[in-house]
Each structure stands twice: as structure tokens, then as C-alpha cells.
């Protein structure tokens, strides 16, 4: 890891258990947990292999393998990515760094047709590193492929600043909503779910 993320350093002990109990919790009773995997599966064909950044404790990334998407997910904490292996067979969790995220290497050299980064973990991920976490996405996507990011907008990232870390990042901006089920985009809104797309050559 070249950084802590703020996951880390902003959460106190005992949070990823925390987070992995409440989204159990929720999946047994019943909550709608796949909002972002139904609007990334309308996006992409069918089949479409999918990197789950950020993956969390694997919900995003589970209910699109269960539409058929062929997906790898992969996250900073170590203990999400286990939870996400117990819970999630099928589907590829690995544990790393986004900002240096060299899959090849971990043996997925195949390029994706979307990624999705949902969560707010473009606000957990190291101070400074925001840039270079969209560049290593960008990296991973064939030619024309699409990337959906959502957070919120009161967690210290800009959208001004996201918008320009995406266009350095070779990324083309295309849509933004305010939430994943398409309300339309508002200046005040407290949550934005952006499109932004790989140019093909």
C-alpha cells in the first residue's frame, strides 16, 4: 500500500466489522442492496466483464455476476475482501491499492468494459491520490469503456476537482445524476453519480 487510505485513517477500530455486519444485516432483511449494479447493467452488454473498485464487501460486484457480468473486485481493507469472498463466491476479490493498480500483474491482464466505483470511495481513498486512482481505472478499460463513480458531495472532494482529476485522467465526462436510480442532477444535491468514458481511438 503507498498510502493509507482514509478509510483507514479516518475510521476507528472495530469500523470494517462494523460495515460488514450492517450490510449482512441489511441483505438478510430483505434492504435493496443492488441500486448500482441495475444502472451499470443497463449500460454494457451482456457478459461484460466489470471491475469493481472499491468492492466493499462485494454487494455492487455480486448482483452484477448475477446478471451474468464476469467481475474482480478489489479493495484496500483486507477484512471487506474476506467478507466479500465468504459471502460472494464467483466473482474475483483481491486486496489492493487503486492508486498503483496494476492488475496484469495479479494475473487479469484482460481489459474491462465498465468499472464501477460506488460507495463514496473516491472520499475514503489517500489524500492526493484521487488523480491517480481514476488514471489506474482509466488503465484498466478497453477503448470506449464506461466508468460510473458515486459520492457524496459533502465529503471533501470537489466535484470541480473530481471533473478536472477525470478529464487528466484521459477519462471524457458524459452524464451526471444525483443519485444511482437517474434523479436528475441538481447544484445541490448531496450526492452525485457521474458517467464518464475511456475516448476510443
Not at 443492488?34 to 455480486?62: H, K, N, Q, Y
Request: aromatic letters at 6%.
Amino acid at each position: 500500500m503507498t498510502n493509507p487510505t482514509r478509510w483507514a485513517t479516518e475510521t476507528g477500530p472495530g469500523h470494517s466489522q462494523w460495515y460488514i455486519d450492517r450490510f449482512r444485516k441489511l441483505a438478510v432483511e430483505g434492504a435493496d442492496l443492488a441500486g448500482e449494479a441495475r444502472l451499470v447493467d443497463a449500460m454494457v452488454a451482456p457478459g461484460s466483464r466489470i471491475l469493481d473498485a472499491g468492492c466493499g464487501t462485494g454487494r455492487v460486484g455480486a448482483a452484477l455476476a448475477a446478471r451474468g457480468h464476469r467481475v474482480v473486485g478489489v479493495d484496500a481493507d483486507p477484512a471487506l475482501v474476506e467478507a466479500a469472498r465468504a459471502d460472494h463466491p464467483g466473482p474475483r476479490w483481491l486486496v489492493g491499492d487503486l492508486a498503483a493498480l496494476d492488475l496484469a500483474a495479479a494475473g487479469e491482464p484482460e481489459p474491462f468494459d465498465a468499472a464501477v466505483v460506488a460507495g463514496n470511495v473516491m472520499a475514503f481513498v489517500a489524500p492526493g491520490t484521487e488523480r491517480d486512482v481514476l488514471a489506474r481505472i482509466a488503465a484498466h478499460l478497453r477503448p470506449d469503456g464506461v466508468v460510473l463513480v458515486g459520492f457524496g458531495t459533502d465529503r471533501g472532494y470537489r466535484l470541480a476537482d473530481f471533473d478536472g482529476d477525470a478529464v487528466a485522467a484521459g477519462l471524457r465526462p458524459e452524464h451526471r445524476f444525483a443519485t444511482w436510480d437517474l434523479r436528475p442532477w441538481r447544484d445541490d444535491a448531496d450526492f452525485a453519480v457521474s458517467v464518464l468514458r475511456r475516448p476510443a481511438p
